[in-house]
């Protein structure tokens, strides 16, 4: 069985939250994504080691069964594609044979990719959308933010940090994508009421809570 290690990536590329069955299974996809990107490669009688899953891709993928059992009985029909081929390889090498291991790891790789967002987006959906997300205005010209009839006196960066917040009602928003120089110490230096009210993650970036 691969290990997780055997195609390492950037931790900065993480989509989900590290260490999470999400990112066990993503990861999962990553590999067989990377392996197939490798200028020149050839699939080979090694390539079990990234179209297999790992022990804990494997794990998450029986804990994902409990509720998304369409989903991952889509995983495992693939899996069993990419076995087949991969018998089929080492019984005859060919270009054939070749072809249709690449084909059917790469089909296995996008299947993970789309499930891992088909689960993320159903488990935020059971979470995010409840409570209701706090009463702020900004005012851009004055560079003010008024909340709970207080208001604050804002920097440029910070002004268009939370109108973005506001204007994407309480969805995730990059502020590295809004040419905001360095995003986490223009949250740091907020007034402590608004930064209380901002939720961050890794990969996703910043949203307004909800209570």
Known sequence: MATEDSFPYEEDSFPYEYGSDLHRLWGWGHRIESLLAKEGHIPSEHDWMAFRP??????????????????????????????????????????????????????????????????????TGKTEDSGNLPEIEVNEKLLQTRCDGNVYDLTDAQTVGMKALVDANGDWVSWSGLEISKPSRVKDSLPEPLKELIETEKGKGYRLKRT
């Not at 409990?66 to 995983?75: C, E, G, P, R, S």
């Not at 018998?87 to 996008?110: G, I, P, Y």
Request: net charge negative.
């Open 54 to 123: 790992s022990l804990d891709a494997a794990n998450a993928m029986m804990r994902f069964c409990v509720d998304y059992t369409t989903v991952i009985q889509t995983l495992e029909n693939c899996l069993s594609s990419a076995e087949e081929a991969f018998v089929k390889l080492k019984d005859n090498r060919s270009e054939h044979t070749e072809f249709v291991m690449a084909d059917r790891m790469d089909v296995l790789s996008s299947r993970i990719r789309v499930a891992a967002q088909l689960i993320a987006e159903r488990t």
